[in-house]
């Protein structure tokens, strides 16, 4: 596909930018991921604790360098990976601390994750961050049970959403001028929800509203830095409604976030909310929709 971001939404600018800083000497990007986590991101962020150097995850990192998407390099390490993410940096110590810290911080310092890999080459690292596969515990083995028609904040918030959005995909709708008929569902994906969240967050924070992020990042450059690959990526945001139900009904209602939703091409979906903490006061909403790469 030449073009792989056409018929995306109008407003929605696709760049292609790498992560890259300036630097001087050889720096360590493992040490910078770890104080990043036990930092809070500066303060943003609960603490993490620090993550475990794990061969296998320094064999995916190592794989994801010679070309392999970040999901097979860690299934053929043999490491049985719950959620994956990676970071591609270059640079000094410092150079890599303030490019992490103003856009990648969240896909890093999420408490859970575990595992940490590392492959150095000159003056660029690839870093690996996983959490491993549990067998789940056997049915009410201690858990405590919530009150009937509670959701988990998390995995109901993400479920809610993805049973509408599949619901108006399986009837088909008519974006502006332009019909479609039904579409397969979508998956839900936590690394997706991961990168919509830490967007959210970022424009909650600082009080603007836009795909391209304050430090040019845009929807697909968000998705690689966290080493995910892909077709095609859409991005739908909203902000001042108060619930799921208005986003969706909302994007549904405009053409352009219509269509990304109608797309039969995509596949994944991540979606989160943030509220808003100075200047605006309301809900910042972001769905991000892909079609990955084989």
Known sequence: MNRPYTGLVPQLLLLSAALLAA???????????QVLREGGCG??????????????LD???ELWAGGRSLSVAVARSGYAAQREGGLHVTGTEVAMNKAIRRSRCRAIASPA?????????GRDSWVVVASAYVSPAPPDAGLIKPEA?????????????LALVNDARARGARCGQ???GPAPPLRLSSLLSDVASGHAVDMAEHDYFD?????GASPADRIHAVGYRERLVGENIAYGVDSIEEAVQGWLASPGHCENIMD??????GIADAAGTTGRYGLYWVQVLTEPRD
């Open 149 to 161: 028609g509670l959701l988990a904040p998390e995995a109901g918030f993400a479920e809610q959403a």
């Open 113 to 121: 994750l575990r595992d940490v890999g590392v492959y150095r080459v």
């Open 211 to 215: 795909h391209i992020d304050l430090t």
């Open 43 to 56: 303060g943003l962020l609960p603490a993490s604790t620090p993550l475990r150097p794990n061969a296998l």
């Open 59 to 61: 064999r995916s990192a």
């Open 178 to 180: 332009r019909s479609y």
């Open 264 to 269: 039969p091409r995509f596949t994944e979906m």
């Open 23 to 33: 630097g001087g000497a050889r720096a360590d990007a493992l040490d910078v991921v």
